[in-house]
């Protein structure tokens, strides 16, 4: 039983947009942030990398980078290095509508020279909820730490190079692309910080925690009892409720409220659906009853809760905008 491959087949890339820098010293850009995740790939000279609030990152040839929600941060060719905005390079040389086309430029001085290819990738709502809310906000893959890293770093490279060709099925090949890689970044932390940290990844490596978590992933609408689950696991209630919360960081029920919950969040922002027969797919009798789960797992209404995400997309595009004005 393939798992991680079940769980994620829901995890899909609504689009993406891939670039290649040349970057030669002295150079550094800063970001505020983007509305999506972002995996890039080096080559040539190292550089530096540096979220809000932490160390300097050294960033090697070959190495993969992965920003899950997009997080503010800086590159730069050493840690001194003075930066300016990544939107108004953006805004210099992007090709048509912001975010739309592949991006190529070159930037910097005449020292020794930096490539970065990346992917900015739009996933669903149901992935940044359970998959990229229990991930670090910045993920470094060396290519001598992961047995498959040169070899998707070299399909990726490829792909991009492909990309920017705009040949007939592009846009499919870029999400596809990041949709591969992601999967092989979370096998890497089953395999090694998941061993650790609690969180469904954890909760995967074990059989028969394994068979309980896809029991709920297989019928989230199911009126799924602590009994129910634990007859899934083979095991006791008691010794399963026990184990569940160890590996898992949370109970059985409240795993399977946050899973339904995504589910409904990505519903919501796609925008197909009543939000009644959200609520009955979710396994809720009434559309009342479900907008009271989903205030208790958000904060807040489903209404104000796409109100709050359209706001935000709007709000880094926004500042992005700005930027590239003062520039």
């Not at 920003?67 to 048509?96: K, Q």
């Not at 992917?119 to 001598?144: D, G, K, N, Q, T």
């Not at 009798?285 to 809760?305: C, D, H, I, L, N």
């Amino acid at each position: 039983m393939d798992v991680l491959s079940e769980v994620l087949a829901i995890c899909r890339s609504e689009r993406a947009v891939t670039a290649r820098f040349s970057l030669g010293a002295p150079w550094g850009l800063r970001s505020d942030g983007v509305p999506g995740a972002m995996i890039r790939l080096s080559r040539g000279a190292p550089h530096w990398l540096r979220l809000d609030g932490a160390e300097p990152l050294r960033v090697e040839s070959g190495d993969l980078v992965m920003l899950p929600l997009g997080a503010a941060h800086t590159m730069s060719s050493s840690p001194d290095a003075p930066v300016e905005p990544f939107s108004a390079l953006i805004a210099r040389h992007a090709d048509g509508p912001k975010d739309e086309n592949p991006l190529v430029f070159s930037h910097g001085g005449g020292g020794e020279t930096t490539e970065i290819f990346s992917a900015l990738l739009w996933f669903s709502a149901y992935c940044r909820h359970s998959v990229f809310r229990m991930l670090p906000p910045l993920i470094h893959i060396r290519e001598s730490e992961m047995p498959m890293a040169g070899c998707l770093a070299t399909t990726m490279q490829s792909l991009i190079m492909e990309t920017l060709d705009r040949r007939p099925g592009w846009r499919l090949s870029a999400g596809r692309m990041g949709e591969l890689l992601l999967v092989n970044i979370l096998r890497e932390r089953l395999g090694r910080q998941a061993a650790q940290d609690p969180g469904w990844l954890r909760g995967l490596a074990d059989p028969a925690i394994a068979r309980a978590i896809m029991g709920i992933h297989r019928a989230p609408q199911q009126a799924w009892s602590v009994e129910q689950l634990a007859s899934e696991a083979a095991m006791s209630r008691s010794r399963f409720c026990a184990r569940f919360k160890s590996l898992v960081g949370e109970t059985p029920i409240g795993y399977l409220t946050a899973h339904r919950m995504a589910l409904a969040a990505e519903q919501l922002e796609a925008g197909a659906l009543h939000p009644a027969h959200i609520a009955e797919q979710a396994g809720y009798e009434s559309e009342k009853v479900f907008a009271r789960a989903f205030r208790r797992w958000s904060g807040v209404t489903p209404s104000a809760y796409l109100r709050r995400e359209r706001e935000r997309r709007s709000r880094v595009l926004d500042i992005q905008a700005r930027e590239a004005g003062e520039a």
